[in-house]
């Protein structure tokens, strides 16, 4: 069976637990084929945490959750050195960001320390703690989720670490059908049916051996170029168009480039093609723009959001014709 099948295969389990949310499933699956972390943001109640657990149980990856909480210190998530009584001398236990897969549940709850120490592993896949480096698991991956209706008791996250999240999602209520739907799920599950347990469909090592085929696709020079020039937009917003001049104060660094050539081979790699189109480009450039762009008082003032901004420059980048 090719690794290709068993992603499938891996979604099916996926769409099996998770009501709708097909786009959730699909970038998740495209974070796990480039390391990418994610940022969930959504009201409570809809299976953020459920999606993660359940992709970690279908890859058979050590996972663990972390409540974030204002009380949270960096030890409590990276680990500490404790004291052995019997031999006087000090030995480091782990936290759990030594896991391969980490959901860290209501991020912007943790004040700035633990945000430190959190860039660090999500930058470097690594932790210092005690005056040592450790290396975090070779397929480590953070998914946060972050509830945008109640900001009392938050830190907002620094752009440093937001840019180093790949994809914000944006997750939404389902619909009466698909609500209607969890409704018997949840009554079958809490009669006693669908309890068996999924054996995992993948293992970490043929996740990397993926993300080396993802590594291998094909992106033509003018996708490369269609790629830059869509990020380039950012700094330049005025330039492409006047009436948009200052609307935004920063915008999207390389890095913002390089996640979403990642993105896209990830994605063109899942539908089963061995190249890179246009519209995976566009498919994939709110999610990869939409936690980069700081927007100015004025554009806030003229009711521009990011997801206005990126469809603006959707509309004002030619798009490539053919593929060479």
Known sequence: MSIQIEFKTLKAHLQSVIVGQEALLDKMLI????????????????????????????????????????????GDVMGSDVLDVNSGSLTFVKGPIFNEI?????????????????????????????GQTRALPEMFLVMATQNPLEQSGTYPLPEAQLDRFMLHLVLD????????????????????????????????????????????????????QYIVKLIAATRKLGELDSAMEGVLEVGASPRASIALLHAVSAYSW???????????????????????????FSGRAQKWSADNIIQKIIQLVPVPVGIE
């Open 173 to 224: 209520y389902p619909d009466e059908n698909e609500e209607l739907e969890i409704l018997r799920r949840d009554r079958a599950h809490h009669f006693g049916e669908n309890k068996e347990a999924a054996n995992p469909f993948l293992s970490p090592e043929k996740v990397l051996h993926a993300r080396h085929q993802v590594s291998e696709q094909y992106v033509s020079d003018s996708i490369e």
């Open 102 to 130: 980490v959901l860290a549940d209501e991020i912007n709850r943790a004040p700035p320390k633990v945000q430190s120490a959190l860039l660090e592993a999500m930058a470097e896949k690594q932790v210092t703690a005690g």
């Open 31 to 74: 974070a796990l084929l480039t390391g990418g972390h994610v940022l969930l943001e959504g009201p409570p109640g809809l299976a953020k945490t459920t999606a993660v657990k359940t992709l970690a149980t279908g890859v058979h990856a050590s996972f663990q959750r972390i409540q974030f909480t204002p009380d949270l210190m960096p």
């Open 270 to 296: 899942l539908q089963g093609r061995d190249f890179v189109t246009p519209d995976d480009v566009i498919t994939l450039l709110p999610d990869v723009l939409r936690h980069r762009l700081i927007i100015s």
